[in-house]
Each structure stands twice: as structure tokens, then as C-alpha cells.
């Protein structure tokens, strides 16, 4: 059963990104997702990113579905399944926060919650997101092209961070090669990491087997996973499956 | 205890996973084995890579699901390496398939024979693609060709998957009755409408219905053919629990598939039946789960 929410306000975020305010009251913690469905076009999974009574989705346009959502005005509703999955494991340990591009949005209600430093990274300075959304806290700018702070990819400047303080952990959503190269560097220094991973995903509720990586169901194993489970998804930023289900290269 | 054989395939308990649940990849089929099930049935492979129908595919009830994937696959060209990654689960992997004509699905099952699989399950019953499944499986003579010369061209055990959308299933497992084995029954074809929208919730508009609502569907249609045809059954539908698999191999069923379930109690739910089976049986005095097969029948 789909619940029907009125949207409320839409702030324009970045040249992609909007975001979407709506009243629900569901309690979803920090990393989960919801089933969105326009009916008629698409129906598709949305981490949350504000999780209070005023909750909200910021959605990227990246096909069809997102493109429809984009065109909607305030006033207009929204069907919504969940929360669904596992969302972030909140640990005593120093936090180095690194969300890229969309990321941000699944990373930050997780930062509100806690302490740490955030790396915000996107390709160009008009894709970071909630660049002022985190008050009194140490916020780090990478963009990929230079526009804006560190020049070049988000595990790059995180390893510049590493040298200079002692973090325990890495909390990261983003890309999956910028979130395989994370994991690569937390095994390699032994700092504790959780990625909130993203793939094809259809059922939503873990049956499909549409969204496995290495036997593991990102939409009900995870999307959040924690450092054991991450090590042993081989796959991870190397081979994804399409809509039919084949292996295939990332 | 609980171990059972049909045919001269043995599983250690009559546990398996149903088609088209979490068994597209082989390390997903590898977590399911992990987690208890007796035997997997692989999701449902066809000629081509198929991407199933767009969102929504699924349908969440206080009573089932209603699903219309469409039968996404990856096609059988590129199936062998999920079965042997399956295989190493150490317990039958039955591979499932679906065509137009007995020539398809013969060239599937033989595909699969290569492929390692101990035995295959053949999609007569899937209600919501159009020119397959249901609408091969309730034409009484074309079932009946496709299971004989499915049987001509391999030696693995063949097993026919049929559907409850037929006024007489009877009549269709006696078409089939040239099979190894029969599975009773596939979902059940339905629909829903949000009022809100005014719309069908499924893309494809119908689907398959599954779980608790359609299991006494599943029990009539396994009580039904047992005895009419002398062959072992493989019941499906809405099993939830240890009640619901006794309740089934009460009725006639060797051994049983579970799918829905897994969403409702989660993977775990092979391992946990197991063993709400043992101590039913303990309690009851049963040593061996075999001798419950059909024993609600009255004659």
C-alpha cells in the first residue's frame, strides 16, 4: 500500500538537485530509502534527507522518473513506500563524514546527528551540496574540475586529511569508484568505514535479487553496509548487473 | 528427520527456494543454501536476456504480495556461471525455464543439463507474460508436448510447474503426468488499483498473487492431484511456516517451495521452519517427515 504525502516546499539546491519537503510520520533513521511512485511513469528508491516531522527527499534528475518529479510544484503528491533497509550504524569514534555529488543528501541527517568533519565533494562547484547546511563544523570542499577548494577526487583529498588527524572512521555515500577507493584506503590504514551503496533496485523488499552485490541485497542487507560485509564484495566498483540481471563491467 | 527424495534426488529437508525469489545471481542462491534451504529452484531463464517490466513490479499487501516482474533474466547463453556458483552450495540446484514451444524449451533444458543442474523445472504457469507461462500452461495438449520432448532430450529429472489459473488443473497434470515431478501452484493471476491515483499499481496491470492468502489454493490443487496422478509434488504457495509445509505434504507433497516468505520473515526463514518441523514431529511421534506424504486424504 502506497501513502499519498502533499509536497510542501521544493528548494532548488544545485543546477540537478531539488529538494522536496513533505510531512509523514514514519521514523526513519539515517541512510534508509523510500519507494517513491509517480503514477503513470516511474517508480523508484530515495534516501531520505531530513528524517525529522518535516521530512524530505533531494532527488538528482537522472532519467525519466526524476525528470517528472523535477516538474512537479508545490502542492502536488507523492506515493511513498517505507522506510526500507538498513541505514548508518552511529559509532563513538572520530567520524570523517564524505558524501560526493548526490550523496550528500543520504550523508547528511547521519552528520546532523553526530560529531565529525565532512568532506563534501562534487565534479564542479555548482553540484556541491548542502555546502551551508552544517553549522559550527569543520566542512571540506573537493571538486573535481577545481572550481571550488581542493582540486581533484574526494579520496584524494581524504588521504591529505588522514595525514593530519586521526580518524576512526569514514562515513561515506557517492559515487561507487570514489566509494570503492575509500574502502581500499580504510583496509589499507585500518580505519573503521560504512557505505551507503546504490544499484538497480526493483522490488525494493529484498526479493528480486535485482540489486545484489556478491549475494549481499543492497535494498534490504543494506544500502548501508558496514566494513566486514564491504570487504567482501569483490564486485564493488568493478561489475554491476543491468536491468536483465547480466554481470557486467562498471 | 526431515530428509526427503523425489525420484532418486535427495534433499536434506523438503525446504526449497521458489522461482524468481533471490535466485538471479549464484552467490544469492550460495546465501539462501547458507541460510537452511533444503534445494533452490533458479529464477526462470529464457533465450534472450530479458530487462522484466518497468516499476512498480511489486505490491505490498497485509496478505501477499502481488509481483509482475515479467521474467527478467539474463538469458541462458549467460546462466552457466550463476549454476556453478550455486552448485557450490553443496544441495540440488534445479534450474527453471521458460519458452514458447516444446522446441525452446527443450534447447533451455539441455542448456541446463550442460550447465550442472540436478534437475529442471519447467514454467508452465508464470500469469503475467504475454505468450508464456500461463498462457502455454493451460493448453492441456501443447503441456503435454513440451514435457514429452523436454523428456527426449535430457536425463536429468524433468519437473513441471503448473498453474491454478485453470478450471481443471487435474486435466493439465494429466498432460503433464510424462514429468518426473509436478510443482502446484504458480501465483495467482490478480491485480489492485490505488484509489488515490486511479490507476493499476503494477506497470505490466496484472500480476501474480503469492503468500498467506493463496495457500489454501495451493493445498486444494495438491490434494486434488495426488489422487489423480502418480507422481511426486512439489507444493507452492503461501507457506509461512512449519504448519503450512505439514499442511501441504498432508495433503500429498514431497517437498515443498518457498518464496514469499523470505520477505516476510526473512532469509532465515529455511533454517527456522527446520526446525519448528523437528519439534512438531518430535512432538508428535514422527520419525521420518516421509511418512506424513498424503496422509489427510480421505479415499
Known amino acids: ?250 | 528427520m526431515l530428509s526427503v527424495a523425489i525420484n532418486d534426488l535427495r534433499f536434506r529437508n523438503p525446504l526449497l527456494l521458489a522461482s524468481g525469489i533471490l535466485d538471479e545471481s549464484g552467490e544469492s542462491m550460495l546465501q539462501v543454501i547458507k541460510h537452511g534451504a533444503g534445494g533452490v529452484v533458479t529464477k526462470s531463464i529464457g533465450m534472450e536476456p530479458r530487462e522484466g517490466y518497468e516499476n512498480p513490479v511489486i505490491y505490498e499487501l497485509s496478505y501477499g504480495l502481488l509481483n509482475a516482474i515479467g521474467l527478467a533474466n539474463p538469458g541462458i547463453e549467460n546462466y552457466g556461471e550463476e549454476i556453478k556458483i550455486a552448485k557450490r552450495g553443496g544441495v540440488p540446484v534445479i534450474g527453471s525455464v521458460f519458452g514458447k514451444d516444446a522446441e525452446e524449451f527443450a534447447y533451455l533444458a539441455r542448456k541446463m543439463e550442460e550447465y550442472g543442474v540436478d534437475a529442471v523445472e519447467l514454467n508452465l504457469s508464470c500469469p503475467h507474460a504475454r505468450g508464456y507461462g500461463m498462457e502455454i500452461g493451460v493448453d492441456a495438449a501443447l503441456v503435454e508436448e513440451i514435457v514429452k520432448e523436454v523428456k527426449r532430450k535430457v536425463n536429468i529429472p524433468v519437473w513441471a510447474k503448473l498453474t491454478p489459473n485453470t478450471h481443471n488443473i487435474v486435466e493439465i497434470a494429466k498432460a503433464a503426468s510424462d514429468s518426473d515431478a509436478l510443482v502446484l501452484i504458480n501465483t495467482v493471476r490478480a491485480m489492485a488499483i490505488d484509489i488515490e491515483a486511479k490507476l493499476p499499481v503494477l506497470s505490466n496491470i496484472f500480476g501474480g498473487l503469492s503468500g498467506p492468502c493463496i495457500k489454501p489454493i495451493g493445498i486444494r490443487a495438491v490434494y486434488e492431484v495426488y489422487r489423480e496422478v502418480e507422481k511426486p509434488i512439489v507444493g507452492v504457495g503461501g507457506i509461512i511456516d512449519a504448519r503450512d509445509v505439514i499442511e501441504y505434504i498432508m495433503a500429498g507433497a514431497s517437498a515443498v517451495e518457498i518464496g514469499t516468505a523470505i520477505y516476510l520473515r526473512g532469509i532465515h526463514v529455511f533454517s527456522e521452519i527446520a526446525s519448528e518441523m523437528e519439534d512438531w514431529m518430535k512432538k508428535h511421534g514422527y520419525e521420518k517427515i516421509e511418512e506424513l506424504v498424503g496422509i489427510a486424504q480421505v479415499r
Open chain 1, 1 to 250: 500500500m502506497y501513502r499519498v504525502v502533499e509536497i510542501e516546499e521544493i528548494i532548488k539546491e544545485t543546477p540537478t538537485i531539488k529538494t522536496f519537503f513533505f510531512r509523514d510520520e514514519t521514523q526513519p533513521s539515517p541512510g534508509q530509502f523510500y519507494m517513491i511512485w509517480l503514477p503513470g511513469v516511474d517508480e523508484f528508491p530515495m534516501s531520505i534527507s531530513y528524517i525529522g516531522e518535516r521530512k524530505a527527499f533531494s532527488v538528482k534528475l537522472v532519467g525519466e522518473g526524476t525528470r517528472k518529479m523535477h516538474s512537479l510544484s508545490e502542492g502536488d503528491r507523492l506515493w511513498i513506500r517505507g522506510p526500507y533497509g538498513r541505514g548508518f550504524v552511529e559509532k563513538n569514534k572520530k567520524a570523517l563524514f564524505v558524501g560526493g555529488g548526490s550523496g550528500m543528501a543520504t550523508l547528511a541527517p547521519l552528520i546532523e546527528r553526530m560529531r565529525g568533519d565532512v568532506v563534501i565533494a562534487a565534479r564542479t562547484k555548482e553540484e556541491l551540496l548542502f555546502k551551508r547546511r552544517f553549522k559550527n563544523r569543520r566542512v571540506y570542499i573537493a571538486t573535481d574540475d577545481g572550481s571550488e577548494g581542493f582540486r581533484g577526487f574526494a579520496h584524494e583529498l581524504v588521504e591529505r586529511l588522514l595525514e593530519e588527524n586521526e580518524y576512526e572512521i569514514i562515513y561515506t555515500c557517492g559515487p561507487e569508484l570514489m566509494m570503492r577507493k575509500l574502502i581500499d584506503i580504510a583496509i589499507e590504514r585500518g580505519l573503521d568505514i560504512q557505505a551507503s551503496l546504490e544499484r538497480l533496485m526493483k522490488c525494493g523488499i529484498g526479493i528480486c535479487d535485482s540489486c545484489s552485490i556478491n549475494g549481499y541485497r543492497v535494498c534490504v542487507d543494506g544500502p548501508v553496509f558496514e566494513k566486514d560485509i564491504l570487504i567482501e564484495m569483490s564486485d564493488l566498483g568493478r561489475y554491476t548487473r543491468d536491468r536483465a540481471g547480466r554481470r557486467v563491467p562498471l
